[in-house]
């Protein structure tokens, strides 16, 4: 398959080639009853095991996750270490998800990938996460870079990524999500995330529930981790400082060491997420370790893509269950953007729009209600019913299920926009606006 180059030498984005080769990954993506790790592993070894040649750190989480795995790629990129990130979902271009000192993997190699590895993903029948999965782990070896941030996608026992043996495994919090999935239970859900814990392998927790805190480290323990470091017990988050530039607050370690820090990402959230990637370095031992002093500059380079993430009047924020939207309106509320305040809304039909709804009422003051072009048909929502909703409580919003009309009235409604409720959704709206994800 002959490809165009670009000027750099690689196929742009919209080149047929790339297109072709994003197909073919993008139509194997299937369901519940393809989860497990026999077909990634088998995919791995035809293409040599690249995942056992890297040094990895393994996160998972319902919420928290990007941002830490975003912190510890930035405390270990200001070590001098060349960092690998494996994450998931993207949101304008495949290529955000494998990323090498943040910079995306190039579009030829997905290419390439596709072409040279498609009758063994076809003869092994791996899915879509499967195949994208091996194709992260080869190319981040191949990058030979000295660590690999490796995001759980979903769950964590039964997710591709489960595959390696990392330095440490962490999981941020525990909330309803994916309960199709993973369970109706936060207690089952979590016994699923502490699926990633492993024999030998220290854990770190930053549940701050007690009881489900006290449940992951009990897995820990009985998975055989070498120990299970619970962020409450070590550490002390105190005077935590929110602003539309980041979040300050003052860590105080087990030991008395103190400190004041600034993470970019703006969220009280975030300093938690900040602390426990600390931690899970510390966790790893002494060559990876970030002492307090000098985690500060590191902390201050943290970027998440729609993460809180602003451009002029818009906050993009991939909140897409209910308390990942309770956690986005109360950085509303300390950041107080501009009013009034419109929610462009689009949310996948299998979350819990209603209560999201509730939760981001009490922040906006119009929403306007849209069908994200991203979204899968099988997922997309149906915003009538959410608008009828939205009266029977009272609230003021429309409907206007073409995106880009959508977003132009969110826009010329409100001095504050908010894209949110799923990953479509802030996808579909940079790709609109020509805002890169990826951007600082």
Known sequence: MGRELSVAGEPHPSHPSYQAALDFLIQRTTGKDRLGLDRTREVLRVMGDPHLRLRSFHVAGTNGKGSTVATLAALLRAKGLSVGVYSSPHLVDFTE????????????????????WTPEI?????????????FAFDWLARSAV???????????????TNVITPLVAAVTSIGLDHTEYLGDTRELIAREKAGIFKPGVPATIGEPDVEIRSLLAAQATANGASVARVLDDECRISDVEVGADGTSWTLTQRGGASARLRTALAGGHQARNASL??????????EWSVPLGEAGKALATV?????FQTHGKYIFDVAHNADGMAVLVQTMGLVKPAAPVVALLNVLTDKDWRAMMEVLSRCVDHFVLTRSPSS???????????????AERGW????EPDFGRALGAAAAAG???LVTGSFHTVGDAMLALQVSPLAR
């Open 303 to 307: 970027g998440l893509p729609g993460r």
């Open 146 to 160: 000295d660590a690999a941030v490796i995001e759980v996608g979903l769950g964590g026992r039964l997710d591709s």
């Open 396 to 399: 003021s919003a429309t409907l």
């Open 277 to 286: 990637a600390l931690l899970t370095l510390d966790a790893a031992g002494p």
């Open 97 to 116: 998800r494998i990323l090498v000192n943040g910079a995306p993997v190039p579009p030829g190699e997905v290419v390439d990938f596709v072409e040279r």
């Open 415 to 417: 001095a504050t926009v």
């Open 122 to 134: 076809e003869r092994i029948g791996a899915s879509f996460f499967e195949a994208t999965t091996a």
């Open 376 to 390: 899968p048909e099988s997922r997309a929502w149906n915003p009538a019913e959410a608008l009828a909703h939205a």
